[in-house]
C-alpha cells in the first residue's frame, strides 16, 4: 500500500468535511484497488429512509479519487485532476453498511504517463461497486476523471 487509509481519512476530514461527517472511510488503498464504506445513518438519509444517492457517490468517488491521489503524488510531478462526467446505476435501497470497490486502478499509471510525455490531458473512466451487508450491489457509478500535467 502506497499510502496509509488514515492519511486519507484525515484528508477527508480537512478537504471534504462532507463526506466525513456523512461517514465516508477509506478501508484499503493499493495500486490497483480502493474499498470505501458508508453506514447509512440520520445524517445522511433520505425521506425514504435509506442512504441519499449524493453519499453513495461521494463513497464511490473517494474510492476511484484515492488511487488517482496517489498514484499522482507517486510520480512526483504537479499533475491536475478533475471528474468530467459520472453514471449512476442503483439496483436497490441503500440501508446499513455499504462498501464500494473500484479495481480499475491499473488504468491510471497511463494516463499519468502519456499526460507527462505529451502535455495533453488524459481521460480514463473508472467503476466503483457499491454492495450491502449482504453482498447485494446497491448501486454502481462510473467516473470520467482527467489528468493533466500542470504548467
Known amino acids: 500500500m502506497a499510502t496509509g487509509t488514515s492519511k486519507f481519512n484525515t484528508f477527508t476530514f480537512f478537504k ?37 444517492w449524493a453519499v453513495q457517490g461521494m463513497a464511490a468517488e473517494l474510492s476511484t479519487g484515492a488511487m488517482v491521489i496517489d498514484q499522482i503524488r507517486s510520480s ?29 486502478g491499473h488504468l491510471i499509471a497511463d494516463a499519468i504517463q502519456k499526460t507527462i510525455a505529451t502535455g495533453e490531458g488524459q481521460k480514463i473512466w473508472m467503476k466503483s461497486v457499491g454492495v450491502n451487508d449482504d453482498g447485494v450491489e446497491v448501486s454502481t457509478f462510473n467516473f470520467e476523471w482527467t489528468v493533466k500535467l500542470k504548467g
Open 16 to 52: 471534504l468535511p462532507s463526506a466525513w461527517w456523512c461517514g465516508v472511510r477509506l478501508r484499503y488503498l493499493d495500486e490497483k484497488k480502493a474499498v470505501t464504506t458508508v453506514t447509512h445513518r440520520w445524517v445522511n438519509q433520505n425521506p425514504f429512509k435509506s442512504m441519499f
Open 76 to 104: 512526483g510531478k504537479k499533475i491536475s485532476m478533475l471528474v468530467q462526467n459520472n453514471k449512476a446505476h442503483f439496483s436497490k435501497k441503500a440501508t446499513g453498511k455499504i462498501t464500494f470497490t473500484c479495481e480499475d
